[in-house]
């Protein structure tokens, strides 16, 4: 036992291994599909997150933030971070992506082991070539799974999402372009740091606006989150999984180890952290307000999106060590959701809406409570881990002076359970809509059990957010910090 | 360890009845034995603390956030309703015995309920205070959402937004104050906080604590949320949940934050004082005899803030006093009127008329819960608001003639109540309404015996809440810590 788990942690010291070992997957997936084997590919990649994401939890146990390949660390709690990255994809992939044409399954598969190397790359990256590049592999991936959905919808919405990210895109070259002209070519973080603290204030700050402009169209937050519902909308809700949940944890760590730890972290810019500051706080008002009229369940968790990011980013602006703790909370509690959607739409043509959701907890009372619990951590009640995160960054938030934003941020909390809290009454509180045609023709007991999606893998990151929500209350929060912060 | 057991017991209990509880019986049972055990462990517990000395405000030594929040402590200001809960929750449990629908479900979220509140009142550290303080809406949400009567989505649902509301203003608060104290206890902080910052965490504490009271402008979820409850959530808000309000302002609010305590003092008494008069009279105009019971417990929990208000230890042990035998008096009107209800399948004050003759015993029970709300001598509501009365009247001046008014009207509306509901022309339609049974006479029993007690001999509870008043009330009058 001894040798193995030896073994084990020796592995975990490697922190290229799981990339590799995903990507290998990914590629191998990639020729399995071609000789009609979709459903070999499929859980090849899954396997091989599972792995990595166990990996990377013995990692983020047991070792120190350091440098895992050139221009990119790994370790601590950035293998914290990637272990829910690969968990969520490893979800997605075990969702068993229904909705997704047989032709097409393979390749997702693929692309959804490609996204999560790159949105750990990404977190991890200490270079700015390395994460642009990073950066731009996630949204090339972001941008195939939302166009992978089944009819015309998902294609144009795939396409607008392209266009826009473009834009974005071009922010992140002209940032690039400054930096190499600031710092005469050099693009690693550390060298960074003395760049730009030598450098004109003003020149310094338009550099980190650029880059912030890129990194928050990709987060989704406000003013640049026109994508999120749309794609959130259409995608199919097992790709879903993994799509709303990882890329955010990636892009919310790059703004936070640029903005709250290395480059413009320092003391004089403070402008920057009022235009967070400002942009956090629109993100939390808009996306709740705007997520209170959704009656389509995936869209509504996309202008919610909207509102988590704010609340990431008072975590940015206040410094606050919980920031990587909620962005993962969050990716948890997202994929279960979409897990959930997924597993009820499996077997249906239709199914997201509210009215679809009506009643589910008498017919499938495991799936309502999972979706439930996953409805009370993104709102943040207590005993779920997303209170934990909210309560480490709007803790830090006022200690460092931001009362104000903690109290948008708080008050944004309530504002969101006017919808989050609708699909639980939904699904508990209202009698289910009686559909013509499944009045007319019951199905045979087996035959609805075979075309029921899965809900194990979401029960168990569900129990996971219940757990991590509850046992630091009885052994002390410091481990909980530990794996993930970074 | 018995605080430890007393907090998870119920939760054991309710992770019972979800599993074996397939069946009614033995959901029934297993919840009935886990409250008994409960109030058995809560009887130890406070047995054992009178006998010891303990300190008058025991919070857990030192740490701040990084440290293990799960720490207990159970002293003067806790151990009655502590009590009261673990009453109330044998009480709730034989009031839904009648429950057939998902009856698994229903006794394990009132379980579950029973251990959140009573970690509400143990809670030794801020932070484990705050997530008791929330963990209690899920359980109630869903008691009212699943097995509310006609309008019960709505209730439920604007329960849960005001309390969260208030919630998530007082979080706020309690993450100043901890950012301002560098703990997350009350006794022995190192740093006392600066006058500004106490007025900003007093108010934001406040703000969650008046909501949960309910004070004057924020109780507007009250009525709904009562009315459309079924018996057993509406005794436990009534009974427990509302007392953690005035719990909160006395073991949080108050130590923390002496200074804005005292300045804010004239607010709270015309908050209570206006909740006196407007319960009193919104009770007057009802036609539904569960509302009715609601708004009294407005007006009986303005009397709380106006004894809070004072400030003296005379002012808080009234305040305890009140809270506690509205405890009891609520539990055991709702408790009634839900067995009503049950039976004649209306709320409606018109239409129950005369029941004196067809229900002999229920209209006894009915007129003896009336009394003791309106606050008659030798029953417990008296002591309390007498005693809340004087001293306002010391603090405030004539000012509090309108908590007197409160009493008058009290015996105006349950007067009303009692001549309407019993007495007058017995109708036909209820002549063979059955009476109580003997089940339900057992779990009324330990309400009327308690509120005969508190009435007769109020000390049991002041003797046990005495040296943590007094502790408060020192801080609270400007001495040092």
Not at chain 1, 381 to 409: C, D, E, H, R, S
Request: proline residues 4%; aromatic residues 8%.
């Amino acid at each position: 036992m001894s040798v193995l788990g030896g073994w084990v942690t020796d592995a975990a010291g490697l922190f290229w291994l799981p990339g590799v070992l995903v990507l290998s997957a990914a590629a191998i997936a990639v020729l399995v599909d071609a000789f009609g084997r979709t459903g070999a590919a499929v859980r090849l990649v899954a396997l091989a997150s599972v792995l990595a994401a166990g990996l990377s939890a013995v990692a983020a146990w047991s070792t120190q933030l350091r440098p895992a390949v050139p221009g990119v660390y790994g370790g601590g709690g950035l293998a914290g971070c990637a272990a829910v990255v690969y968990l969520v994809a490893a979800a997605s992939l075990l969702s068993s992506l229904d909705g997704i044409g047989e032709s097409r399954r393979g390749g997702v598969a693929a692309l959804i082991g490609l996204g999560a190397v790159a949105c750990q790359v990404l977190a991890g990256a200490v270079d700015l070539v390395v994460m642009a590049i990073a950066l731009e592999t996630v949204a090339v991936v972001s941008y195939g799974l939302v166009a992978a959905g089944r009819g015309n919808v998902s294609r144009e919405v795939g396409m607008r999402y392209l266009m826009q990210g473009s834009v974005a895109a071009g922010f992140l070259v002209f940032a690039l372009a400054a930096v190499v002209g600031l710092g005469a070519g050099q693009t690693g973080y550390e060298r960074l740091v003395e760049v730009v603290s030598g450098s004109p204030g003003a020149a310094a700050s338009v550099t980190g606006i650029l880059v912030l402009v890129a990194l928050a169209f990709k987060a989704g937050a406000f003013p640049l989150h026109s994508w999120v519902p749309d794609a959130y909308e259409v995608v199919e809700p097992g790709a879903g999984v993994f799509l709303a949940g990882a890329p955010k944890i990636a892009a919310v760590l790059a703004v936070w180890v640029l903005f709250a730890r290395s480059v413009w972290a320092q003391e004089s810019f403070q402008n920057l952290r009022v235009a967070l500051a400002v942009m956090a706080a629109a993100s939390i008002v808009f996306g709740n307000f705007a997520a209170l009229k959704q009656r389509d369940v995936g869209r509504m968790l996309g202008y919610s999106a909207i509102a988590q990011v704010g609340y990431a980013l008072v975590g940015v602006v206040a410094g606050a060590v919980g920031t990587p703790l909620l962005v993962a909370a969050y990716a948890i509690a997202v994929a279960v959701a979409f897990g959930c959607v997924a597993a009820l739409q499996a077997g249906r043509a239709k199914g997201r809406s509210l009215d679809d959701v009506k009643g589910i907890a008498m017919s499938r009372p495991v799936l309502a409570a999972v979706m439930s619990v996953a409805m009370l951590s993104l709102t943040g009640i207590p005993l779920t881990l997303g209170f934990l995160g909210k309560l480490w960054v709007f803790y830090a938030a006022v200690n460092a002076g931001w009362t104000w934003l903690a109290l948008v941020g708080a008050i944004g909390s309530v504002v969101s359970f006017g919808y989050y809290g609708k699909v639980i009454q939904a699904m508990y509180f209202s009698e289910p809509e009686q559909r013509a045609d499944e009045v007319a023709a019951p199905q045979p007991a087996d035959e609805m059990e075979g075309r029921r999606g899965r809900v194990w893998p979401f029960a168990l990151l569900a129990a996971l957010l219940v757990v991590a929500g509850t046992i630091p209350l009885a052994t002390g929060f410091e481990w909980v910090l530990r794996v993930l912060s970074v | 360890m018995t605080l430890l057991a007393l907090v998870a017991l119920p939760f054991v209990g309710a992770i019972l009845v979800a599993l074996l509880g397939e069946r009614l019986a033995p959901s029934r049972f297993i919840s009935l034995a886990a409250a008994l055990a409960e109030a058995a462990l809560a009887g130890v517990a406070i047995a054992d603390m009178s006998g010891r000395i303990v300190p008058s405000l025991s919070w857990a030594p030192g740490g701040i956030l990084g440290m293990v929040p799960l720490s207990l402590a159970l002293d003067g200001l806790s151990a009655p309703l502590v009590a009261l809960t673990a009453l109330l929750a044998v009480v709730a449990t034989l009031a839904s015995w009648g429950i057939a629908d998902r009856p698994r479900a229903h006794h394990a979220l009132l379980l579950a309920l029973e251990g959140a509140v009573m970690c509400v009142f143990l809670a030794a550290d801020l932070v484990l205070f705050y997530v008791a303080w929330e963990a209690v809406l899920i359980p109630m949400y869903f008691l009212i959402g699943l097995w509310g009567h006609e309008n019960r989505k709505h209730a439920a649902t604007k329960f849960f937004l005001f309390t969260f509301v208030g919630s998530a203003f007082m979080l706020i608060g309690v993450l100043a104050a901890i950012s301002g104290t560098g703990a997350t206890v009350l006794s022995d902080v190192p740093r006392v906080l600066t006058p500004s910052t106490q007025r900003l965490v007093f108010w934001l504490m406040a703000a969650g604590m008046l909501v949960k009271l309910p004070a004057f402008p924020v109780h507007t979820w009250l009525p709904e949320a009562h009315v459309e409850a079924p018996t057993a959530g509406s005794i436990m808000l009534a009974g427990v949940l509302l007392k953690m309000g005035g719990y909160g302002l006395m073991r949080v609010a108050a130590p923390l934050c002496p200074a804005a305590f005292a300045e804010a003092a004239p607010i709270l008494f015309a908050l209570g004082a206006i909740g006196t008069v407007y319960g009193a009279l919104a009770a007057l105009a009802q036609t539904d005899l569960k509302r009715l019971v609601a708004y009294s417990s407005v007006a009986h929990m303005g009397f709380v803030l106006v004894a809070l208000a004072t400030g003296t230890a005379m002012g808080f042990a009234a305040a305890m006093l009140v809270m506690v035998s509205h405890g009891l008096v609520a539990g055991l009107a709702f408790f009634l009127v839900g067995s009503l209800a049950d039976r004649t399948h209306t709320r409606h004050i018109a239409e129950l008329r005369g029941l004196g003759g067809s229900v002999p015993r229920w209209s006894t029970l009915f007129v003896f819960t009336s009394l003791a709300s309106l606050g008659l001598p030798a029953l417990s509501g008296f002591p309390g608001e007498l005693m809340s009365v004087l001293e306002a009247f010391k603090a405030f001046e004539w000012w509090s003639v309108a908590a007197v008014a409160g009493v008058l009207l009290a015996a105006t509306y349950n007067l009303r109540a009692v001549r309407a509901v019993v007495y007058g022309e017995p109708v036909e339609r209820w002549a063979s309404l059955a009476d109580v049974s003997v089940r339900e006479m057992l779990a009324a029993a330990p309400l009327v015996l308690g509120i005969v007690v508190l009435g007769v001999w109020p000390g049991v509870v002041t003797a046990m809440t005495e040296p943590a008043v007094a502790t408060i009330v020192q801080l609270v009058q400007g001495g040092v810590r």
